[in-house]
């Protein structure tokens, strides 16, 4: 078998499964001369990782990632509504995960469906991430045993408490555009577990997911032990998650990491690895009884994912959460840039399908590129995505191509933030599940969009702020149908329901038990109304079962 590390010859397009690199290619060289990025890969600076001991699987890379080719017309047709132009997106973006010579091959039924589904059922037997340990020993010792994946490629950081799962994706989106191999983890997932572990773009094959997870589960194995004898508990479910995510992206291999905090920062298990870009995204109260009572406490648990000398990344924050990170930075030795100081958001205008944004950056300006998301907040996260990559590629100092970032926001897409699910009548999820989230999503819904009755189905988990929730989505709801998710942290439906009629009223509250009849119970309420629409929020996990439902009932052909 050629060996994928050969740069000469036929092998030379063997490179983790794309074609090689131009030596003389601009992008490439500002990548691979950039300080953050030196002493990655075999080569120096080359900032490829090729793990000889799973050559076989690398060499048998599948080159996802080259890109999808759609011309202007097919994308921003004039005569699209704005969720007909959200459809080309998501018919974009499952489109080309099948173009190329295998295209025939991905059409084909997963025969490793059942694999991955019992990686998943083996992690629920641990510890749930709804009770993290803050240790980062037990994640150390295990990427240890496995030679530091973790270290195999440099990673941008990415921590707060609002917005961090979108400010991931369009930053992994940007480096993607440029080129880079890139590796994402995000939590939580909606639907299925691969959502989390995303290689090049694509969620990690159920293949790749179960391969990976047996070459780790004896050391995860040995690890178990050593903490039980010491009356610890095992791994949790993160933990080894994470772990999982580490070796899966060296194994693939990946460029460049974007790297999700679970929660936290300090203490949780992302945080073995040293992110040469630590980014926060605004930081409030949330998690309140594991991170701290205040926004300075919190802020100071989040930023030790801040390293030494590390580039450092943040979104307009309160007085006292900028001060734990500006204090984060001085002692670390880190360059610290701040919006609204270093670089900002210009000016967003809505556009159908989304908005149009002009985003001054720490080292370019960009001006009116369109954005396929909703919400001034949405703007925020794009802006502190391209100050993040402008760090990481030049170090600040050089700006980025117009024409990636255009590509780049041009496919951006964020799953569970304001998504449509379903048409006759409007149908919209979004997980905000917190009064933070909550406030920026009725602020969305106010400014984008035109709806007569909006009818709300809501569950909360017990450990948020339902009524900060509520009281930020009331100006914007009519009805709101109290439900209550499959999680067995759901606050129980009658006594969400007694929260939300102390703030709007009983005649604006239904109970349901059944998120399913719920949501067929709003969508029969807003179908009643020209411009009727339900808007599914407060829990991640009813937000993915609804998203599961609407793709079974077929709510938007």
Request: without cysteine; glycine residues 10%.
């Amino acid at each position: 078998m050629s060996d994928p590390t050969n740069t000469d010859g036929d092998d030379a397009a063997l490179d983790g499964g794309r074609p090689p690199r131009n030596p003389d290619d601009e992008l490439f060289q500002l990548y691979d001369e950039s300080p953050v990025n030196e002493g990655y890969g075999d080569d120096p600076g080359d900032g490829v990782h090729r793990d000889r001991s799973t050559k076989d699987r690398s060499e048998q890379g599948d080159g996802e990632g080259d890109g999808d080719e759609y011309s202007d017309d097919e994308l921003f047709a004039d005569d699209r509504t704005e969720f007909e132009m959200a459809d080309a997106y998501d018919e974009q973006l499952v489109t080309g995960a099948g173009d190329g010579e295998n295209a025939d091959q991905d059409d084909l039924p997963d025969e490793f469906v059942e694999a991955g589904d019992e990686v998943y059922a083996e992690l629920l037997t641990r510890l749930g991430e709804a009770a993290p340990q803050p240790r980062l020993s037990a994640t150390r010792k295990v990427v240890e045993l496995l030679g530091d994946p973790h270290h195999a490629y440099p990673i941008i950081h990415i921590t707060g408490t609002n917005g961090k799962t979108s400010t991931s994706r369009i930053t992994e989106g940007i480096l993607r555009a440029y080129g880079l191999r890139t590796g994402l983890f995000t939590s939580p997932h909606l639907e299925r577990l691969n959502e989390r572990i995303v290689i090049d773009g694509k969620p990690i094959s159920n293949e790749a997911l179960a391969a990976n997870w047996a070459d780790i589960s004896p050391f995860i194995g040995l690890v178990d032990a050593e903490l039980t004898g010491a009356g610890e508990p095992r791994l949790t479910f993160f933990e080894a998650l994470t772990v999982l995510a580490y070796a899966s992206f060296a194994d693939a291999p990946i460029d460049v990491g974007v790297i999700e905090v679970g929660m936290g920062g300090e203490w949780d298990s992302t945080n073995v690895a040293d992110g040469q870009v630590a980014v926060f995204t605004p930081i409030s109260l949330d998690h309140t009884a594991r991170l701290g009572n205040t926004v300075a406490e919190i802020a100071r648990t989040k930023s030790g994912i801040v390293k030494p000398a590390a580039q450092v990344v943040t979104a307009r924050q309160e007085p006292e959460a900028f001060a734990e990170l500006k204090r984060a930075a001085e002692l670390s030795e880190s360059n610290l840039v701040a919006e609204g100081e270093n670089f900002s958001v210009l000016s967003t205008s809505v556009a159908v399908g989304g908005q149009m944004v002009s985003i001054k950056g720490i080292a370019g300006t960009y001006r009116d590129i369109f954005l396929p998301l909703y919400g001034s907040h949405q703007a925020q996260n794009a802006a502190v995505a391209v100050a993040a990559v402008e760090s990481f590629l030049g170090g600040g100092a050089t700006a980025l191509v117009d024409d990636v970032l255009v590509e780049a926001f041009a496919t951006a897409t964020s799953p569970g933030r304001l998504q449509l699910v379903g048409t006759e009548p409007t149908v919209l999820v979004d997980a905000a599940h917190n009064p933070g989230g909550a406030i920026a999503l009725a602020a969305a819904v106010k400014e984008y969009f035109s709806f007569e009755k909006v009818v709300a189905v809501v569950s909360v988990l017990d450990d948020k702020d339902a009524e900060g929730i509520i009281r930020a989505l009331e100006p914007v709801v009519n009805e709101f149908i109290v439900t209550q998710s499959g999680s067995d942290r759901a606050i129980d439906a009658d006594e969400l329901a007694s929260i939300v009629v102390g703030i709007v009223g009983a005649e604006r509250v239904v109970v349901e038990l059944d998120p399913r009849v719920a949501a067929e119970l709003a969508r029969e309420s807003a179908g009643a109304s020209d411009r009727g629409a339900v808007l599914v929020t407060g829990s991640i996990t009813l937000v993915g079962e609804i998203i599961t439902l609407a793709r079974d009932e077929g709510w938007k052909p």
